[in-house]
């Protein structure tokens, strides 16, 4: 059940088949234990299993003299390229929200940024290897697309892009409450079944702007600014949530099982993507419920 596309896979660090880590824990003794459905805990198929300056001290007669953790991803690394990555996008959104006035040209900028961000993001959902580069200029662009809409929901519903960012913040936190509280088993089966939902979910929605943009339903079909938009709204909410389950486990198994410290960009890539679909539709959200359109 491999894919590299984040969006649909939220591809986390195995490199041959599934999920690294699910149904197997990290345990002492190296890299033979937990074999089973985990790349990085055979040493035959995870290159980052042997510490590489320790190989070459052993191949020279002498012990290894650099840590076992060296050029190995750590909790530090992944907080530190989300902060970088997520401080992109917010100084994206603010430059873009202050020098983009409300009009029509910046909404198609704003499109533009949108679409130039997606490419930017598929590029590197297929690429084997984090490219910082590439995953920050995505940040960059996804500000720009964030500062435009939310300067026009500000226009209209005063105070909804705030509201939208601590709502997004209470959907990650409560997120992470219940997976680190074990309340969520992220298994193999559980993430087949909610991806499954989630290209469902994507394929209906691709399906209905088709049917708004030719005029066959009216007032936004099932992104309507009513009640049933509101239900698809929490639901597409609950995916978000969804993603960030993954988010949390693939990080978790890359630090446990030694996966080199390039895919905290990774993490710091997939955490992003998903922080955004929340916003996003936080955002919708709150208009809905403000009542006033």
């Known amino acids: 059940m491999r894919s590299s596309n984040p969006v649909f896979s939220r591809r986390g660090f195995s490199r041959d088949n599934g999920y690294a ?3 197997t824990a990290p345990q002492a003794g190296g890299a033979a234990v937990g074999t089973q459905g985990n790349p990085y805990a055979q040493q035959g198929a995870n290159p980052y299993a042997t510490n590489p300056y320790a190989q070459q001290d052993l191949q020279h007669g002498a012990p290894p003299q650099a840590p076992v953790t060296a050029g190995r991803m ?3 690394d992944v907080v530190m390229r989300t902060g970088l990555t997520l401080g992109t996008v917010i100084v994206g ?6 020098l983009l006035p409300v009009s029509p040209t910046s909404w198609g900028l704003a499109v533009g940024a949108a679409l130039i961000a997606f490419v930017l993001a598929m590029v590197q959902s297929f690429k084997r290897k984090a490219s910082p580069a590439l995953i920050l200029a995505y940040a960059a662009f996804e500000g720009v697309f964030l500062g435009v809409i939310s300067e026009m929901f500000n226009s209209q519903w ?4 705030f509201q ?12 992470l409450l219940v997976y680190k509280a074990g309340w969520i088993r992220v298994t193999a089966r559980y993430a087949r079944i909610g991806l499954t939902i989630a290209i469902a979910f994507i394929l209906v929605m691709a399906v209905n702007l088709l ?3 030719f005029g066959i339903a009216p007032d936004g079909g099932l992104r309507s600014m009513g009640p049933l938009g509101a239900i698809v709204g929490i639901f597409a909410i609950l995916l978000g949530a969804f993603f ?3 988010d949390f486990k693939q990080i978790e198994d890359g630090i446990a099982y030694g996966a080199p410290r390039e895919e905290s960009w990774l993490a710091a890539f997939g955490l992003t993507m998903t922080l955004v679909w929340i916003y996003i539709e936080m955002l919708r959200l709150v208009a809905i419920f403000s009542g006033d359109d």
Do not use: C, K
């Not at 959104?93 to 202050?98: G, P």
């Open 21 to 23: 880590g699910f149904n």
């Open 74 to 76: 750590t909790m530090d």
């Open 93 to 98: 959104a603010v430059l873009a929200w202050a």
């Open 158 to 161: 005063d105070g909804a892009p």
């Open 164 to 175: 939208a960012v601590l709502g997004t913040m209470a959907v990650s936190g409560a997120t």
């Open 211 to 213: 049917l708004v943009v």
């Open 244 to 246: 960030l389950t993954l």
